[in-house]
Nanobody, 116 residues
Framework: QVQLVESGGGLVQPGGSLRLSCAASGSISRINVMRWYRQGSGKQRELVAAISSGGTTNYADSVKGRFTMSRDNAKNTMYLQMNTLRPEDTAVYFC??????????WGKGTRVTVSS
């Protein structure tokens, strides 16, 4: 089992920044890939970014150049640095972890609102 807890969401003005965190606990040694998803109101959940155990990252086209994903294995924490935020980035952001056994775990999400 893996438990994931997101934090860092909030209200920010367009052009601002936020850093989301995802703290992992439990069978963390089995985690292979970690991902951030988001779901806007009335929209489907979409993949924002992913990071492999080796540190390779991939981003959705909509956030490339603005968002940076990283992981601190010593702290069992994953981060999503979000810069130059836009109103369309408004969503609930979810942390996702996939183990080497292809088990997938989700956090409960943290809300990000970009508005003036």
């Amino acid at each position: 089992q893996v438990q994931l807890v997101e934090s860092g969401g909030g209200l920010v003005q367009p052009g601002g920044s936020l850093r989301l965190s995802c703290a992992a606990s439990g069978s963390i040694s089995r985690i292979n890939v970690m991902r951030w998803y988001r779901q806007g109101s009335g929209k489907q959940r979409e993949l924002v970014a992913a990071i492999s155990s080796g540190g390779t990252t991939n981003y959705a086209d909509s956030v490339k150049g603005r968002f940076t994903m990283s992981r601190d294995n010593a702290k069992n924490t994953m981060y999503l640095q979000m810069n130059t935020l836009r109103p369309e980035d408004t969503a609930v952001y979810f942390c996702n972890a996939e183990t080497v056994y292809a088990m997938v775990y989700w956090g409960k999400g943290t809300r990000v609102t970009v508005s003036s």
